[in-house]
Every structure is written in structure tokens, then in C-alpha cells.
């Protein structure tokens, strides 16, 4: 039994990541966070809870709201998808009278529910990341033990490459936009000895969103999971965005569990955590730290499991 502990930013790609989590085989959700950052955090939250209702198994699950902040935010036209996402009528048709979902929004902080539910697991947990740092950085100033029951961190960040996607004045462009919401926290992680997997920008632009992915998933939509993931994507177009949308966090996700999918290899990087250009992450072979860095995807396989797990999802209404 893999114990998984999942904070996510609350775009589309995330909510289907949890979607898709709650269906591996031989695993325990321990926790769900939400920071705004790829999203506004109040609908990522809700729209969590709901999926939960709508698919989850555990009664105990909970949704923990993260008041982190940005040291630099998401453009805001990338942020807007939560609010439709949370809007569905699929997740809001059984809201009680209260239209209040069942799953429970957590008494703590993300960060404080990070740290407390990955210190008392009674087994070392899972941790997979699809947004910023910044809530495990912040577990870890304020206890370092944290890392000492994670064994493993699954981080969709960075780019090995020199080529980013953040185009704001005075940056260089080479970052990507998780690593850049808030450098300082990678640093925080990168200067831990955390067992860590990288799938930044180099690995997950073998996932692009097309047309004739929207269209296999149409064809499902006599299943719950794919109808609803399939509505959730139709709110992301790429010159929305004015850059192609790919499946990143459903990437990071699935490896955390079928690491098969990817070909891999072990690399050392660092980070830049203040300047124009901060929040890149670059190969450093001499002063850099050790982690797996994800090199090429099985898109194939990958697009199989996907299907298979959305497929294997059962609306609890």
C-alpha cells in the first residue's frame, strides 16, 4: 500500500490529476492541498472537495486551503479555469441544501496539513507536487524532520533546458512558471536531501493537448470520469494561454505510481532563486543535487493508463 499526500495549484490539469488519483490501485490518499497560484484557490478548493464527493471512497479525506503567496503570480487569465471547473453541474448536482460539499474542507493550513498528516503516517508517504514549492518549503522551515517519512518527491517544475515559459518584464525567460511563482522554495527543497523526481518542461511537451485527444475522450463520455474530464479541458485553449496547453500534472501524477511510463535518468541541478533569472533550474553536474529527471514519455502507454483509470471511476450518485 503506497501512502500519497497530493498538493496541487488548481488548474484543470490538476483537478483531473486528483480525479485520476482516486482510482490507483493498492493506495491511500492521505491528504489534498490547494494554493492558488495556476488557479484562484477558493474554487480549486471547492472544486477538490467536490470531485472527492463525486468519486472518492475514503470518508475521511479532507481538502486543505493553502495560504501561501506568491513572490511572483500566474498571469491571471491562466487562473480563471477553477471558477468554470467548480461551476459544473456534474460536481453540483447533489450539494446539499447548504450547497456545502461533503468532504471537509481541513482545520490547517496547507502547509500545517502537509506536516502534520506526513508525520504521523505510519509509513513513509508519496509526496506529489503540481504547483509551486512553497507549502513544503514552509513545512520544512518549520520542521526539517518532514523529510525524514517522504520517500519520495514528485515535482512538475522547472526546465532543464534554458527555455521556460515565463515572459514577464525584467526576466531572461528561461524559468518555468511553478518554479518561478516562488524560487526561494525550490532552493528551500533543492537544499534538502529529499529523493526527488523532476518532470519539468523537457519531459512533459511530449503531452501536448490536441484536438484528437478532446476527441477520444468525447467518445467516452458514457463514462462519468471522461465526461467530466473532457468538459474540464474544453475550458483550456492554447491561444488563451498564448502557448500550447499540455498534461503536465497528469503526467507527474501517473509516474508517482507507474513510474513505467517514462524513461528516466539521474541528473544533479540547481536553482536560481532571485535575479532575472530567477527560478531557473539548470544541470549542474558539479555543485548541483541529485535527482531523477524524467527524459521521455511513453505517450502511448501513458494516454492507455489515463483511459483506464478514468474508465475504472464510479459517480457515488
Avoid: C
Avoid at 54 to 80: M, T, Y
Avoid at 126 to 142: H, K, N, Q, S, W
Avoid at 263 to 290: C, H, L, M, Y
Amino acid at each position: 500500500m503506497q501512502n500519497i499526500y497530493f498538493n496541487h495549484d488548481g488548474n484543470v490539469d490538476d483537478l483531473v490529476s486528483l480525479l485520476l488519483l482516486l482510482e490507483f490501485p493498492e493506495t491511500k490518499l492521505i491528504g489534498v492541498s490547494a494554493v492558488g497560484a495556476d488557479s484562484y484557490v477558493e474554487p480549486a478548493v471547492s472544486a477538490s472537495r467536490k470531485i472527492i464527493d463525486l468519486f472518492g471512497q475514503d470518508a475521511e479525506l479532507e481538502v486543505a486551503k493553502s495560504d501561501s503567496r506568491p513572490v511572483n503570480q500566474f498571469p491571471k487569465e491562466w487562473r480563471l479555469s477553477a471558477f468554470s471547473f467548480d461551476d459544473f453541474p456534474m460536481l453540483n448536482e447533489h450539494l446539499n441544501d447548504a450547497y456545502e460539499p461533503q468532504t471537509k474542507l481541513a482545520k490547517l493550513p496547507a502547509h500545517l496539513d502537509m506536516l502534520e498528516k506526513i508525520k504521523q503516517s505510519s509509513k513513509k508517504v508519496t509526496l506529489v507536487m503540481t504547483g509551486p514549492l512553497t507549502d513544503l518549503a514552509r513545512a520544512i522551515e518549520i520542521d526539517p524532520t518532514i523529510t525524514d517519512n517522504i520517500d519520495e518527491l514528485f515535482w512538475m517544475g522547472g526546465s532543464m533546458n534554458g527555455v521556460g515559459n515565463v515572459a514577464e518584464p525584467e526576466h531572461d525567460g528561461t524559468a518555468e512558471w511553478n518554479a518561478y511563482w516562488d524560487p526561494a522554495a525550490v532552493k528551500t527543497v533543492f537544499d534538502t536531501d529529499l529523493k526527488m523526481t523532476i518532470v519539468s518542461l523537457d519531459s512533459t511537451n511530449q503531452v501536448p493537448l490536441t484536438k484528437e485527444l478532446r476527441i477520444r475522450w468525447a467518445k467516452q463520455r458514457s463514462y462519468p470520469a471522461l465526461d467530466l474530464i473532457g468538459q474540464g479541458y474544453s475550458l483550456v485553449h492554447s491561444f488563451e494561454a498564448n502557448s500550447t496547453y499540455y498534461l503536465w500534472d497528469v503526467l507527474t501524477t501517473l509516474i508517482s505510481k507507474y513510474p513505467e511510463l517514462v524513461d528516466s535518468k539521474p541528473i544533479k541541478a540547481s536553482v536560481i532563486a532571485d535575479g532575472p533569472s530567477a527560478g531557473k533550474t539548470f544541470i549542474d553536474e558539479q555543485n548541483g543535487r541529485p535527482m531523477t529527471f524524467v527524459t521521455r514519455v511513453n505517450s502511448e502507454a501513458f494516454f492507455n493508463k489515463f483511459d483506464e483509470l478514468a474508465q475504472m471511476a464510479k459517480s457515488n450518485y
